[in-house]
């Protein structure tokens, strides 16, 4: 029994004592050889297990808490590159997790660590392949081997980085860029090398790169590398998104800083996979612009878009709504025609497709997106086209917009609805649904007084105009669809012009303008192009039409030159339906003014048609078609107008017939052109116009009815161009009793000859018919009174017996036919003049004096006369005998008849009576007198109209003897 004591005894002795020694051993161990191994053993894992080249400053170990503190730790990768370090690094290990086969730390401190994370081209991260090209090697099984080693399985019960600096280096994109994150704080709970379904790793992360923050929390396992959880980046600047985005943004960031928070689950096994969810977006004072200039292209307040989804391998990412603030996008379309927004993808259509080919190799699955919806609001757009003549600028202010869902299927359609206020005036409104592809567009338009002036810069483009002024309202629905060549679609509703100041675009004088200008309905189809338009009212409009001094009008130069166009083939298309189809029901006008004003002239010619009212029906460019024209107004302040005819198809050669009248014009507001081509200025009367055309294409055929009504010529007015003829005289043989000229001018032309022109043709022919009448007033006289079948040069002169007052037989019928017409044109002044023939009148004269002095009446019978005669010769003192002088006259035949043998006496005795040197002018009086006289007692001609001139002795003599004595005419 002592012994068993005793040998008890012993026994504790010696376990303690050999506990003992194991203790000092383990310390020993722990304190001395633990350390020892530690800053041996560590970098040859490092290099092992991921190929590191590592430095341990100094390695302290309690193995009483199973602590490890490592100093100095300093690693780089196998290319040399710092990759770890750190201050110092506290850890104590969890020991009976040892028996499990994991390295349990339950504590670790960092402090002033440095961490290197590359992102390689490949998306992988350095970490990632350094373990996967060290270990590969070694976890490969033997073929006949049913299971491979693993990696040694490591967890940090609680982990705490405190100052530490974390280096991101990125290799994907084509240019590298660093990021420092700085200072790096780390709180992380449970993590292990391994993923685990009955635990889960968790972490917290807050790091900062310069004012760029990112707060990051999760699960964790090293390898593979597998993460899940939460990251949010704040205020992100533009430059470090710029880096990021520029594979898949053609801009360039300016300016901005971005909010973004996602859920998300990460893994880098054969391949890097990243999914997100729940993401949040928040940009802020973002400036975007072109990679090759420093123009802002759009900036805007701020962008928020909720419930961002987002999978790298499955290609697809969708949202919430995006609601964007206040943004500003500036847009130019430079000379060349390029857009600056459009810039980049213009110039990436000159990349070789070969690397566009490379891009996509890599996988055959499309982009798959979706937007929940888009809601802009107090945004601009500010357009600017320096492609034009003048550079327009345009700009939308106070933007709001809100779109539908939209996603990668095209096909969908998207709701929409936007409204804006013009910068130069006025607001837009659409709302409706459209379709990206194929593109189909349902929209209601709604336009409110929108100022057409702001547009001028493209209308002057088309044509030179200036829009001074101008407000546009519209409303109606459009449908467009490009699912088939060519796009068809249909425009319906109203529109109106009001207020309107068109003028040429070096002028300051109004050209085109009204008050209101309405279409209602408006129906346009795009293809084919029609155009119809129910009603169309236009109220107050004017129109100032100016013939400048070289000829020309400015309506002719509304028209830019274009430089003319290959016209072969033309006359194919002549008979086709036009390629542009319009209608217009009617036209109704209201209080209308056109004014035209005649430069060419000195002075100046201006008139105007106002308070023009009426209707045009039935208007088209298809035949058949037969339109209504029936306009009123006033001419000249004074006269009226009136319009009516029919209108054939537009552009055709059917027919249109026109009959205008005017009555009560003013003439004096025509005196400029009286003065140039009749050399007078008009001082008074009224004119009346019957104008009856007829248009058959380009031809015209016309009767111009024209009466001037008391027309009174003013000064005369020099001029090269007036006619050298007597235009009063002109004039008043035109005109009737009542002061009333009424003249026809028929005209005929092609419209589109140079040479042609309706008013020239008009005045022409006017000027022509005064210039006739003048010259040969007679002659106009005979065409224009019934004088019983008296030609005009029958009534301009009278015929006399030689040696008589009285006219020969017949000749007062004369008399009577040019009574009547001075009675009819009180204006007229006969001239008379008396006259004589020396000769034929002076043997006249001796025959009567011859026959008074043998006795001889007009009665006298032949017998008798001749028995006179012949005692009368021979009581002369002729030398030949009667009987010999009468043998003289009979010649050799010896016959000689009475008539004969009467003549040959007359003419020998009368060679014996002597004329008193006054005969003849007394005569010539006594003509003129007597042709006076009858005039004004036989005729009635006021004496106001006889004028008694001085005679003369050149009347001529015809061949049958008699002696003729023309009048002349005249004007008051």
Same mark, same amino acid.
């Given at each position: 029994?002592?012994?068993?004591?005793?040998?008890?005894?012993?026994?504790?002795?010696?376990?303690?004592?050999?506990?003992?020694?194991?203790?000092?051993?383990?310390?020993?161990?722990?304190?001395?050889?633990?350390?020892?191994?530690?800053?041996?053993?560590?970098?040859?894992?490092?290099?092992?297990?991921?190929?590191?080249?590592?430095?341990?400053?100094?390695?302290?170990?309690?193995?009483?808490?199973?602590?490890?503190?490592?100093?100095?730790?300093?690693?780089?990768?196998?290319?040399?590159?710092?990759?770890?370090?750190?201050?110092?690094?506290?850890?104590?290990?969890?020991?009976?997790?040892?028996?499990?086969?994991?390295?349990?730390?339950?504590?670790?401190?960092?402090?002033?660590?440095?961490?290197?994370?590359?992102?390689?081209?490949?998306?992988?991260?350095?970490?990632?392949?350094?373990?996967?090209?060290?270990?590969?090697?070694?976890?490969?099984?033997?073929?006949?081997?049913?299971?491979?080693?693993?990696?040694?399985?490591?967890?940090?019960?609680?982990?705490?980085?405190?100052?530490?600096?974390?280096?991101?280096?990125?290799?994907?994109?084509?240019?590298?860029?660093?990021?420092?994150?700085?200072?790096?704080?780390?709180?992380?709970?449970?993590?292990?090398?391994?993923?685990?379904?009955?635990?889960?790793?968790?972490?917290?992360?807050?790091?900062?790169?310069?004012?760029?923050?990112?707060?990051?929390?999760?699960?964790?396992?090293?390898?593979?590398?597998?993460?899940?959880?939460?990251?949010?980046?704040?205020?992100?600047?533009?430059?470090?998104?710029?880096?990021?985005?520029?594979?898949?943004?053609?801009?360039?960031?300016?300016?901005?800083?971005?909010?973004?928070?996602?859920?998300?689950?990460?893994?880098?096994?054969?391949?890097?996979?990243?999914?997100?969810?729940?993401?949040?977006?928040?940009?802020?004072?973002?400036?975007?612009?072109?990679?090759?200039?420093?123009?802002?292209?759009?900036?805007?307040?701020?962008?928020?878009?909720?419930?961002?989804?987002?999978?790298?391998?499955?290609?697809?990412?969708?949202?919430?709504?995006?609601?964007?603030?206040?943004?500003?996008?500036?847009?130019?379309?430079?000379?060349?025609?390029?857009?600056?927004?459009?810039?980049?993808?213009?110039?990436?259509?000159?990349?070789?497709?070969?690397?566009?080919?490379?891009?996509?190799?890599?996988?055959?699955?499309?982009?798959?997106?979706?937007?929940?919806?888009?809601?802009?609001?107090?945004?601009?757009?500010?357009?600017?086209?320096?492609?034009?003549?003048?550079?327009?600028?345009?700009?939308?202010?106070?933007?709001?917009?809100? $779109? +539908?869902?939209?996603?990668?299927? =095209? &096909?969908?359609?998207?709701?929409?609805? %936007?409204? @804006?206020? *013009?910068?130069? /005036?006025?607001?837009?409104?659409?709302?409706?649904?459209?379709?990206?592809?194929?593109?189909?567009?349902?929209?209601?338009?709604?336009?409110?007084?929108?100022?057409?002036?702001?547009?001028?810069?493209?209308?002057?483009?088309?044509?030179?105009?200036?829009?001074?002024?101008?407000?546009?309202?519209?409303?109606?629905?459009?449908?467009?669809?490009?699912?088939?060549?060519?796009?068809?679609?249909?425009?319906?509703?109203?529109?109106?012009?009001?207020?309107?100041?068109?003028?040429?675009?070096?002028?300051?004088?109004?050209? $085109? +303008?009204?008050?209101?200008?309405? =279409? &209602?309905?408006?129906?346009?189809?795009? %293809?084919? @192009?029609? *155009?119809?338009? /129910?009603?169309?009212?236009?109220?107050?409009?004017?129109?100032?039409?100016?013939?400048?001094?070289?000829?020309?009008?400015?309506?002719?130069?509304?028209?830019?030159?274009?430089?003319?166009?290959?016209?072969?083939?033309?006359?194919?298309?002549?008979?086709?339906?036009?390629?542009?189809?319009?209608?217009?029901?009617?036209?109704?006008?209201?209080?209308?003014?056109?004014?035209?004003?005649?430069?060419?002239?000195?002075?100046?010619?201006?008139?105007?048609?106002?308070?023009?009212?009426?209707?045009?029906?039935?208007?088209?460019?298809?035949?058949?078609?037969?339109?209504?024209?029936?306009?009123?107004?006033?001419?000249?302040?004074?006269?009226?107008?009136?319009?009516?005819?029919?209108?054939?198809?537009?552009?055709?050669?059917?027919?249109?017939?026109?009959?205008?009248?005017?009555?009560?014009?003013?003439?004096?507001?025509?005196?400029?052109?009286?003065?140039?081509?009749?050399?007078?200025?008009?001082?008074?009367?009224?004119?009346?116009?019957?104008?009856?055309?007829?248009?058959?294409?380009?031809?015209?055929?016309?009767?111009?009815?024209?009466?001037?009504?008391?027309?009174?010529?003013?000064?005369?007015?020099?001029?090269?161009?007036?006619?050298?003829?007597?235009?009063?005289?002109?004039?008043?043989?035109?005109?009737?009793?009542?002061?009333?000229?009424?003249?026809?001018?028929?005209?005929?032309?092609?419209?589109?000859?140079?040479?042609?022109?309706?008013?020239?043709?008009?005045?022409?022919?006017?000027?022509?018919?005064?210039?006739?009448?003048?010259?040969?007033?007679?002659?106009?006289?005979?065409?224009?009174?019934?004088?019983?079948?008296?030609?005009?040069?029958?009534?301009?002169?009278?015929?006399?017996?030689?040696?008589?007052?009285?006219?020969?037989?017949?000749?007062?019928?004369?008399?009577?036919?040019?009574?009547?017409?001075?009675?009819?044109?009180?204006?007229?002044?006969?001239?008379?003049?008396?006259?004589?023939?020396?000769?034929?009148?002076?043997?006249?004269?001796?025959?009567?004096?011859?026959?008074?002095?043998?006795?001889?009446?007009?009665?006298?019978?032949?017998?008798?006369?001749?028995?006179?005669?012949?005692?009368?010769?021979?009581?002369?003192?002729?030398?030949?005998?009667?009987?010999?002088?009468?043998?003289?006259?009979?010649?050799?035949?010896?016959?000689?008849?009475?008539?004969?043998?009467?003549?040959?006496?007359?003419?020998?005795?009368?060679?014996?009576?002597?004329?008193?040197?006054?005969?003849?002018?007394?005569?010539?009086?006594?003509?003129?007198?007597?042709?006076?006289?009858?005039?004004?007692?036989?005729?009635?001609?006021?004496?106001?109209?006889?004028?008694?001139?001085?005679?003369?002795?050149?009347?001529?003599?015809?061949?049958?003897?008699?002696?003729?004595?023309?009048?002349?005419?005249?004007?008051?």
């Amino acid at each position: 029994m002592v012994v068993a004591n005793r040998t008890r005894r012993l026994s504790v002795r010696n376990i303690s004592i050999v506990v003992l020694v194991l203790v000092v051993i383990y310390a020993l161990l722990g304190f001395l050889a633990l350390p020892w191994w530690l800053e041996r053993a560590l970098p040859e894992r490092l290099e092992q297990h991921m190929g590191w080249q590592a430095e341990v400053g100094d390695v302290r170990v309690n193995p009483f808490v199973m602590s490890v503190e490592i100093v100095d730790l300093d690693a780089d990768d196998s290319n040399g590159d710092a990759v770890l370090a750190f201050d110092r690094l506290y850890t104590n290990l969890g020991v009976w997790r040892l028996v499990t086969g994991v390295v349990a730390l339950q504590n670790i401190e960092l402090e002033e660590p440095y961490i290197r994370l590359d992102l390689l081209d490949d998306y992988s991260v350095n970490f990632a392949e350094d373990w996967q090209a060290n270990n590969a090697a070694a976890e490969a099984p033997a073929e006949d081997e049913g299971a491979s080693e693993e990696p040694i399985r490591l967890q940090f019960d609680r982990v705490r980085v405190a100052g530490g600096e974390l280096l991101f280096r990125d290799f994907s994109q084509q240019e590298q860029e660093n990021f420092r994150v700085t200072p790096l704080d780390l709180a992380l709970n449970d993590l292990a090398t391994w993923p685990r379904e009955e635990s889960d790793s968790n972490y917290y992360l807050l790091a900062a790169v310069g004012s760029q923050t990112i707060e990051w929390e999760g699960d964790l396992s090293i390898a593979p590398l597998y993460s899940r959880g939460f990251i949010k980046m704040g205020g992100v600047t533009h430059t470090t998104l710029q880096h990021f985005l520029k594979s898949y943004l053609p801009y360039r960031l300016s300016d901005g800083r971005v909010t973004l928070s996602t859920d998300y689950e990460l893994r880098a096994d054969n391949e890097l996979s990243l999914t997100t969810s729940g993401g949040q977006l928040s940009v802020e004072n973002l400036g975007l612009g072109l990679a090759d200039s420093d123009d802002e292209l759009l900036t805007t307040d701020s962008i928020r878009v909720d419930d961002i989804r987002f999978g790298l391998n499955s290609r697809e990412a969708s949202t919430g709504t995006v609601t964007i603030d206040a943004v500003n996008l500036s847009l130019r379309r430079d000379p060349d025609g390029s857009i600056n927004l459009l810039a980049p993808f213009q110039a990436g259509t000159d990349d070789s497709g070969e690397e566009q080919a490379d891009d996509s190799a890599g996988s055959d699955m499309p982009f798959r997106w979706s937007v929940a919806g888009v809601e802009l609001g107090n945004s601009s757009v500010n357009w600017q086209d320096q492609q034009l003549r003048t550079k327009a600028e345009l700009a939308l202010k106070d933007l709001n917009i809100e $779109i +539908g869902k939209l996603s990668h299927q =095209l &096909e969908d359609p998207v709701n929409y609805s %936007a409204d @804006a206020t *013009l910068g130069g /005036g006025g607001r837009l409104v659409f709302n409706g649904q459209t379709t990206p592809s194929p593109f189909t567009l349902e929209a209601g338009i709604a336009g409110s007084d929108i100022i057409l002036a702001q547009f001028s810069a493209y209308i002057n483009e088309a044509a030179n105009l200036d829009v001074r002024n101008g407000r546009l309202n519209v409303d109606g629905n459009l449908d467009l669809d490009q699912q088939q060549d060519p796009l068809t679609g249909t425009f319906s509703g109203t529109g109106e012009v009001s207020e309107l100041d068109v003028r040429l675009g070096n002028s300051d004088q109004r050209l $085109i +303008g009204w008050q209101t200008l309405r =279409l &209602e309905p408006v129906e346009y189809n795009v %293809a084919p @192009a029609r *155009l119809e338009i /129910g009603t169309v009212t236009l109220a107050g409009p004017t129109v100032n039409v100016v013939r400048e001094q070289d000829g020309g009008n400015n309506l002719q130069r509304i028209v830019r030159s274009t430089p003319p166009e290959d016209s072969a083939g033309d006359s194919a298309a002549d008979d086709s339906e036009p390629e542009f189809i319009f209608r217009i029901g009617q036209l109704m006008l209201e209080e209308g003014t056109v004014s035209f004003t005649d430069r060419t002239l000195d002075p100046t010619f201006a008139t105007r048609f106002d308070q023009l009212r009426g209707s045009v029906t039935g208007l088209s460019n298809v035949a058949p078609q037969q339109g209504k024209v029936s306009v009123q107004g006033r001419v000249g302040d004074v006269g009226s107008m009136t319009l009516d005819g029919s209108v054939g198809a537009l552009g055709t050669d059917d027919t249109s017939e026109f009959e205008l009248s005017m009555e009560s014009v003013s003439l004096p507001i025509l005196s400029p052109y009286f003065g140039r081509y009749l050399g007078y200025g008009v001082d008074s009367g009224k004119l009346n116009l019957d104008l009856d055309y007829k248009f058959s294409g380009t031809t015209i055929d016309a009767g111009n009815s024209v009466v001037l009504n008391r027309l009174e010529l003013g000064q005369s007015v020099p001029s090269d161009q007036a006619i050298s003829a007597p235009v009063k005289l002109g004039l008043a043989l035109l005109s009737d009793s009542d002061g009333v000229i009424d003249i026809n001018i028929p005209i005929s032309g092609d419209l589109e000859s140079p040479d042609f022109s309706i008013g020239q043709v008009v005045m022409s022919a006017f000027v022509n018919l005064v210039a006739k009448a003048a010259t040969s007033p007679f002659s106009m006289l005979g065409s224009i009174v019934d004088m019983a079948g008296l030609s005009g040069e029958d009534l301009g002169r009278i015929s006399f017996e030689p040696g008589r007052v009285e006219p020969a037989e017949g000749e007062t019928a004369k008399l009577e036919a040019l009574g009547k017409a001075l009675n009819d044109r009180p204006s007229l002044v006969l001239n008379i003049r008396g006259a004589v023939s020396p000769e034929a009148d002076a043997s006249g004269l001796r025959q009567q004096r011859l026959f008074e002095r043998v006795g001889i009446a007009g009665n006298t019978p032949p017998a008798e006369r001749i028995a006179r005669l012949e005692q009368a010769y021979s009581n002369s003192d002729n030398l030949a005998s009667l009987d010999a002088f009468r043998e003289e006259v009979a010649g050799e035949d010896g016959e000689i008849g009475q008539s004969e043998w009467e003549q040959a006496l007359v003419d020998r005795l009368m060679t014996d009576i002597e004329l008193p040197p006054e005969a003849l002018g007394n005569l010539a009086s006594a003509r003129g007198v007597w042709l006076r006289r009858q005039m004004q007692e036989n005729y009635n001609v006021p004496e106001s109209q006889l004028f008694l001139r001085d005679p003369v002795r050149d009347a001529s003599a015809g061949e049958d003897g008699t002696v003729t004595i023309s009048f002349e005419l005249d004007a008051r």
